[in-house]
């Protein structure tokens, strides 16, 4: 049974940070590609970053240099660290699993999804 559960989230000053955690169950690193996506209110949902093994892809230029993520395989969880977060950040932030293996953007090639966590940028 494969799960993503996503916390993490919370309201933060501009110029905040936030670590996101995603914990997976049930996914192995070997054969799932692991991103994250947001949802702004009235937007639609768009890839932010990705991690597979031995390669990352990152898909928003506004986040370039300022979101990280990472994994950490013994405890099965990844990681989107944000720093210095502007409010055009606020959204849902989900994280996502596809079988492809291969990194992408594009939602529709993702399978499997948390129920997101709330972030919120605001002074």
């Known amino acids: 049974h494969l799960q993503l559960v996503e916390s993490g989230g919370g309201l933060v000053q501009p110029g905040g940070s936030l670590r996101l955690s995603c914990a997976t169950h049930?996914?192995?690193?070997?054969?799932?590609?692991i991103g994250w996506f947001r949802q702004a209110p009235g937007k639609e949902r768009e890839g932010v970053t990705c991690?597979?093994?031995?390669?990352?892809?990152t898909y928003l230029a506004s986040t370039t240099g300022r979101f990280f993520m990472s994994r950490d395989m013994a405890n099965n969880t990844v990681y989107l660290q944000m720093n210095n977060l502007k409010p055009e950040d606020t959204a849902v932030y989900y994280c996502?699993?596809?079988?492809?293996?291969?990194?992408?953007?594009?939602?529709?090639?993702?399978?499997?999804w948390g129920q997101g966590t709330q972030v919120s940028v605001s002074s």
């Open positions: 991690l597979t093994n031995g390669r990352k892809g």
């Open positions: 049930g996914i192995t690193w070997e054969t799932y590609a």
């Open positions: 996502a699993a596809s079988s492809r293996k291969f990194c992408s953007g594009d939602r529709a090639s993702y399978d499997y």
